[in-house]
């Protein structure tokens, strides 16, 4: 019911869930449940309150260190975010989704030279590799980052025409 909810009515899935909560306070699954709900309503202080209670009941879990970095990257709490993240990657150190998230908080905290290393190390394949560097103006690396996308999609013709065109 509540993951019925959760797309009609988010407040109402939000309180079932709390239920279940109470009853099952050691399921993680149900306070996971409870944190992407608050995140999608943008609530990041909740949502960060929850995965920082997630960290507290199991340490040894990456994706609660991403949770958390991605509500203080949301709160533009940059050096916290930073440190989640570390931590996060410490668990997983090829995750390409950590690395991403680390180079954005380095990017939107100013810190360029490491958001250009970690994506470097990272390759033209990533999402976030073109982004930044649309950002920062370098169109080489844009279009370098934009060709790999484009031909890794469709490698046929379709993916090196969209990347010539833009």
Do not use: H
Request: aromatic share 18%; proline share 2%; charged share 25%.
């Amino acid at each position: 019911i509540a993951s019925t909810y959760k797309f009609i009515d988010m407040a109402n899935a939000l309180e079932i869930y709390q239920d279940i909560n109470k009853i099952y306070p050691d399921d993680l699954t149900v306070y996971f449940q409870i944190y992407s709900i608050y995140y999608e309503m943008l609530d990041f202080k909740n949502a960060l309150n929850i995965s920082l209670e997630l960290i507290n009941k199991n340490p040894n879990e990456y994706i609660y260190y991403l949770m958390a970095g991605d509500c203080y990257l949301e709160l533009y709490e940059y050096n916290s975010a930073i440190e989640y993240y570390k931590k996060s990657l410490g668990f997983v150190p090829d995750n390409v989704q950590v690395k991403e998230s680390l180079a954005k908080a380095y990017y939107s905290n100013g810190d360029l030279k490491l958001a250009d290393i970690i994506l470097s190390d990272i390759g033209t394949e990533s999402d976030t590799y073109t982004f930044i560097y649309l950002k920062l103006r370098n169109l080489q690396k844009v279009l370098t980052g934009f060709y790999k996308w484009c031909t890794n999609l469709r490698p046929a013709d379709y993916g090196k025409n969209k990347a010539r065109s833009f």
